[in-house]
Structure formats: structure tokens, C-alpha cells
């Protein structure tokens, strides 16, 4: 009798649960993963029309007719169109494309980047290189000292005066670009009196520059703070001090070890307070990098300091393998206009030698 009961149960549940997992597969078929909508034709008014009246049959049965209601047909859907015409791809990959108006010349706008998206920076010293880089989409251009180095033969950034960044920043300025432009303050301009470092921003301002860029930390934040006060913009720059490189006798790493890591932390700190609206940070340890990025209000633009700053900038001569000299580790040229103009200008210069006038 007990047996007899156990048995009953058992087969109850088991019709039980026949039943909810006939639920599931039915709940599942109702929600498809994937849209199976067909987009239906538009109609014409009288189609229209005729979908709103249901529609009757009259039925004849002896003695007196019978209206009797008929479900309307719904129109069976149309197979989508498919167009025999694909969508046009880019004939060439390699030609990208950026959204312009993503671009705004304010130090604000840039420094509002930080945490949405990746900046991006790239040098240029004369009007045609800040025509070109514009229209690539970058956020700022520096008009860096390194100018000094990569386009007047000087060895290092050193002998650049504030009249060679005056007459570069406003090259730059002609080439009408539609991103921030910031200059450099060349070597010793921070260093002298107050004064003169107002005077040497004034110029460059008044020739161009949106924002002016001054290497060094903790040493010459007081002065940063009174610039940002006047109305000057000021970008920082610690880690490698390339107008420091006689001091420091040569070019290398910054924080790799525990004190130079707690120098670069007081120096970013003393940036943001001094009101930096960026800050660059070059050749300095990654994970330091990383680190002061998280940490600082401002963007920490990286140059050889890894990716996980707030953006890069690289020199653009460099970026397109334009500078004959060795390019320094962390570079890795997206082009080779160097060689590619010494190959086209020596075919030339074999043309004329030959009188072989290439004609257009
Ligand atoms: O002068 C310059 O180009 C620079 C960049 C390398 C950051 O300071």
C-alpha cells in the first residue's frame, strides 16, 4: 500500500515537472535571442484601410442570410531586400578618418579629457607640419624647444632663445591649426626673475600661443602659480628635463629608485596646486607614470613613460622618421619620409644630371 503511494507521488511530481519545463520552453521561444521582426512595405491608404474593418462573409443558410465574422489574414512578410549593391568599404584601410568637431582649442577642453578618452599631442615648428597634424586630429601641438634639435643643428635643446620660439610659435599659429597650440619657454627663462618669465610668456602669447609649457617641478611652482594667476595657461613638464641634460649628464630613466619616485610625486602634486592645466611626464618609470596618472587631477601626457598616462606626445619629426640622428628608444616611426625623399631627390638630381626633364 505504501509502495503504491510512493508510486503515486513520484509520477505526480514527475507530470509536474514535465509541465514547468514545457513553461521554460515555451517562455524561452517567446523571447528569441535574436530579432526575427521582418520590416514590412509601407502600405498604400486603401491597404490601410482595409486592415482596420474586419471583415464579413455572408453566409447563405436557408431561409435567411447569416452574417458571420472572419478572422482577418494578416499579410504574410516580405523576405528582407537584400541589396545586390554592398555597402562601399574604404578602398584604402589605411586612410583613417577623425570627427574634427571632437577638437576644442581651450586648455579646459583638454583637460576635461582625462578619463574619457586618450590625449594626444605631436610637435610642430612651422605652418605647413601644424596644418598637417591639425587635420590628423590631434588635440594640441607643442611648439617645443626640441626644435633646436630637430630642425637648427644644435645638439641639444640648450642654445634655443626665447626669439627662436617667438618666430616658430607664430609659423605654427599661420598654419591656422584647430587644436590647442602651447609653446615651450626655452632654457633659463624660468630661472631669472619673475618679470622676465611674464615678458617671455607675454611674447609668446601675443604671437600665437594659447598656453606656454615650463619644465620643472617643485623648483618653479611658485612662479607657475603667479603665471596661472596673470591668466597665463601653464602645461608642466618632469621626469627627463632635457634643458637640464649638461647637469644631469645625459639623456635617461627618472624613478626607478624610492627617492627619485618621491621627487616626481612631490613635483606632480606641486603642479597641480600650482594650477597646471597638463602636465608632461618624460622618460620616467612606468609603473611610476601609471601611478601619478591615477593620482593627479591633470592629464599626465607621457613621452617614453608607458601607456597608461592620460595621452601621449612624441616629436613629430621623429614619429615620421625625419630626423637623421638615432631616435631615442621608446620612438617607433610610423614612416620613413627621411629615406623616402633622399630616394625621390636623388632620382631627380640622376634625371638633370642626364637631361631627363621629367615632364608633367
Ligand atoms: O621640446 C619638446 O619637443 C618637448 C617634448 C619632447 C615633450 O618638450
Redesign the pocket.
Known sequence: MADEKKLKVSSEVKKERKSTTTAKKTVRRKKPAVSTKVKEKPKSPEAKEEKKVPKEEVVSEPGKDVKKEVPVQQPVAEPPVVSRHPPKRNPNPRRYSVDLSDIKPTTKYLSGLKGKRSIVGL?AYDAIMSKLISKAGVDFI?V???VGTTLLGYDT?IPVTIDDMVYHTAAVRRGNPGCLVVA?LPFGEASLSFDRLLDSARRLMQNGADAV?IEGGKDVADDIEKLVATGVPVMG?IGLL?QTVKAIGGYRKFGADRDEADNLYTDAISLEEAGCFAV?A?MMDERIATQLARQILPPLIG?GSGDQCDGQ?L?THDLLGLTPSPLPSFVKPCATLGLDGLNALSGYVQNIRNRQLVRK
Open positions: 610637435t607643442l617645443g624647444d626640441s635643446t615651450d609649457k613638464h632635457p608632461i618624460e613621452i606626445i616629436v
